[in-house]
């Protein structure tokens, strides 16, 4: 046994010593590329730039390692380690381990013969026939524009009966230009009046349409896929309503040319009715009128509390404008559990969206929703629109500030929590060892589940504990005390390859303490001495 580990040891080591060498674009860093940047870093897309062949990676290779690295990039504003939302947009660390090696080694393109094939961006509908497709009027950004733009197109649907939405696609006319969509439908002919009345097409309005009545249906961002509700779940169409588009784009495009398009399949009836409106807003539930004096970083917060009746919660929304920092929005039950929504360490404007849960998240009745928002309205918000400092207050324009949050929901019924809204693998936010390589080389003298040594140990605060599965399978991790009783379990990963848990060891009394993985093939064991 000594031998074997002595000889699993030395494997490893060369094997780490190696992976910078084998790291390569065509092998390593094409797949990751691929999987989470070319949907707007394609040529024509809303990226600045390609990042579809090698040439263009390597030219790019410090903007990339810097924005992984700091996770400006991929776009994705909620912290994962607060609750876990679909369709997340995260690279591992493993991931970024990997993109930063191979730029620090020189970023080697490999043999281009092993890329996987380039992915082919198309403008057409991933909805099969829509029932209902409409285009805004061809839109020129005039020429001498210097700033941002929020141009909003109401479009009649010309519907003669109610309807009700379950898909939606938003297809950019120019993806290169529109970075993001907001999807309203309007009932009062507001928002056409004020379409009809600017000489357009289309008119400016920023931070919303032009008219609180207008109700938020949906939106869009640059690598969103289509909406899909769940099976007899949608939103009620008006007849007669116009669709209102209200699309951003952003300074510099002078004279380019959009014509962006709507896709919706429609039924004529569900048995589950979604609303979708901000149930958290500064109309009516926020602490103090929503004003942020110069030269201040202020928090406010809003709390509703539920009527007498169970809901589900598909998506949540947190909206503001520039001077917006970070959120957090939850709710406390009746019970005083508390129920995470999302939170935003660090706001962005120009990347907001609707969050779907994983799966519908089952709200009780008198439950209070909660928010908080803080705004930094000093000169180290670099997205301030005053210069210098102004007091901000309540508004649809540049200059003001909103605190809203949307959900979108429906009343209850038994087992919507078990309704997934994204059955994709969760990304493993723990992998903080880069395993190319090394897995290859290990599996070839590795056949049953290996336990080793927590490091460190004794610890007194954390260990991290780590384990390699030769194939992927259930495992159990618990932790005994040395008279066998069950201390604590694990949420232990069942991922081929190298697995790591950070565990907290804080929370136990110090003492010596059994690990154990138990798997298909045994149960393995490891001894842990805890210090205080």
């Known amino acids: 046994m000594k031998k074997f580990t002595i000889l699993l040891f030395s494997v490893f080591i060369l094997a780490t010593s190696g992976n910078a060498q084998s790291i390569t674009w065509a092998s390593n860093i094409a797949p990751i590329l691929y999987n989470n940047c070319t949907k707007c870093h394609h040529q024509d897309g809303i990226a600045p730039f390609s990042l579809l062949d090698y040439t263009d990676a390597y030219q790019q290779r410090f903007n990339i390692s810097h924005d992984v690295t700091i996770k400006k990039m991929p776009p994705w504003s909620p912290d994962p380690t607060y609750t876990r939302l679909a369709h997340e947009r995260l690279l591992t660390p493993a991931e970024i381990s990997l993109i930063n090696e191979w730029v620090n080694n020189g970023a080697p393109e490999g043999d281009s013969s092993l890329a996987p094939t380039q992915p082919v961006y198309t403008n057409g509908s991933q909805l099969g026939t829509p029932n209902l497709s409409l285009t805004i009027p061809t839109f020129t950004v005039p020429v001498n524009e210097t700033t941002d733009i929020y141009q909003c197109f109401a479009i009649p649907s010309n519907l003669l009966t109610d309807q009700y939405i379950t898909a939606m696609e938003i297809v950019p006319g120019n993806p290169s230009i529109v970075h993001h969509v907001l999807v309203y439908q309007d009932t009062t002919g507001i928002c056409a009046a004020l379409d009809s009345a600017s000489p357009g097409p289309g008119y400016l309005n920023f931070g919303g349409v032009g008219t609180n009545k207008a109700i938020l249906i949906g939106g869009w961002v640059p690598g969103a896929s289509p909406s899909f509700m769940p099976a007899n779940f949608g939103i009620k169409l008006f007849k007669n309503s116009y669709i209102v588009l209200q699309i951003h784009y952003p300074a510099g495009d002078n004279g380019r040319i959009d014509s962006t398009k709507i896709n919706l399949l429609l039924a004529n009836s569900v048995s589950r009715k979604v609303s979708m409106a901000p149930i958290l807003n500064y109309f009516t539930n926020i602490n103090a009128p929503l004003s942020i004096p110069a030269d201040s970083i202020v928090t406010f917060n809003e709390h509703y509390q539920l009527p007498n009746i169970d809901i589900s919660a598909l998506s949540v929304a947190p909206h503001n404008h520039l001077i917006g920092q970070k959120w957090i929005s939850y709710g406390i039950t009746p019970a005083n559990d508390t129920i995470p929504f999302i939170r935003i360490n660090n706001w962005d404007f120009h990347w907001q969206g609707f969050y779907n849960f994983r799966n519908i998240v089952k709200i009780p009745a008198g439950t209070t929703l909660w928010a908080y928002c803080t705004y930094n309205n000093t000169t180290s918000n670099l997205n301030n629109p005053n210069t210098p400092p102004q007091t901000v207050v309540a508004g649809d324009y540049t200059s003001n500030e909103m605190m809203l949050v949307y959900f979108s929901y429906t009343p209850y019924q038994a087992g919507d929590e078990n309704i997934q809204m994204d059955t994709s693998a969760l990304i493993n936010l723990n992998d903080t060892l880069s395993t190319v390589g090394i897995n290859e080389v290990a599996k070839a003298i590795v056949s049953t ?53 950070q565990y907290n060891t804080a929370k136990l009394q110090a003492a010596t303490y059994l690990i154990s993985l138990s798997s298909g093939s045994g149960v393995k064991t490891k001894q842990l001495v805890v210090t205080k």
């Not at 460190?456 to 599965?469: C, F, G, H, Q, V």
């Not at 005994?480 to 390859?497: C, E, I, K, P, Y």
């Open 449 to 501: 589940p290996q336990l080793y040594d927590a490091a460190p140990n004794p610890a007194k605060d954390e260990t991290m504990i780590s384990y390699y599965l030769p194939v992927a399978e259930k495992v159990e991790l618990k932790v005994f005390d040395v008279q066998g009783r069950l201390v604590d379990q694990l949420n232990a990963t069942s991922v081929l390859g190298f697995n790591n848990i």
